[in-house]
């Protein structure tokens, strides 16, 4: 993930901080919008969607609760809530209404640095978790990692453990070229009494069972002298 293309929304109506956690930010490497109140927010989210809001609770407009019940309603990006002490319970009723994290004024920018890093690493997991068990599907071909079914003109084919392996692994990189090896370390583990050949024999067998026409696959194709890639 390129965190220089993440975006941040910075809800605060007090200047002064706007402008230190917007330095922050901007020195780790983000991009910073500033909205002074909840309105402003709100037409700034609808124009350019944030990858993360830094939420003040205490805003004139639209109070940060009711911002937050709007953002949830129209989204699930990533809230961190700015409180003041005063504020405890706001605050709890702030995450239950599905902020993601929160600081206490007086907070250390550079903590708020870090509670912004660790909530998009973790989104950023979460839909690569997603993004590697999704299905595909392709003109005639579906491949779905949950249930191992591979079909083809809507008929399943029968496809062995690593069949399945190395044709998902292809697939979820169309047009990509792997080598042998790298399908031997991806597919098999690396595991040394498996020899480049057996890389070969799955693709053949892989082809019979997916292609029309094994020997002119559409497919599965060979790259001379480098190895395979799948044509989508
Ligand atoms: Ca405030």
């Not at 940060?64 to 129209?74: P, Q, S, V």
């Amino acid at each position: 993930m390129d965190m220089s293309e993440k975006r941040i929304l910075i809800v605060e109506d007090e200047p002064s901080i706007a402008e230190v956690v917007s330095l922050y930010m901007k020195r780790a490497g983000y991009q910073v919008q500033i909205a002074v109140d909840g309105r402003q927010a709100m037409t700034i989210f609808e124009r350019q969607t944030p990858d993360l809001v830094i939420l003040d609770l205490m805003l004139p407009e639209v109070d940060g609760l009711a911002l937050t019940r709007w953002l949830r309603d129209c989204s699930d990006v990533p809230i961190i809530m700015v409180t003041a002490r005063r504020e405890e319970i706001d605050r709890i009723t702030g995450l239950e209404m599905g902020a993601d994290d929160y600081v206490v004024k007086p907070f250390s920018p550079q903590e708020l640095v870090s509670r912004v890093r660790a909530v998009i690493r973790r989104l950023g997991r979460e839909q690569s978790e997603a993004e590697s068990d999704r299905s595909l599907s392709f003109d005639g071909l579906t491949i779905d990692p949950r249930t191992r079914v591979v079909t083809v003109k809507e008929s399943e084919v029968e496809l062995t453990a690593k069949e399945f392996d190395v044709l998902y692994l292809l697939a979820r990189h169309p047009k990509q070229v792997f080598t042998r090896d790298q399908l031997l370390e991806r597919v098999w583990g690396g595991a040394e009494y498996i020899d480049a050949g057996t890389v070969t024999v799955h693709m053949r067998r892989l082809r019979e069972k997916i292609e029309a026409e094994p020997s002119k696959p559409q497919r599965l194709l060979t790259v001379w002298g480098v190895g395979y890639k799948f044509e989508p």
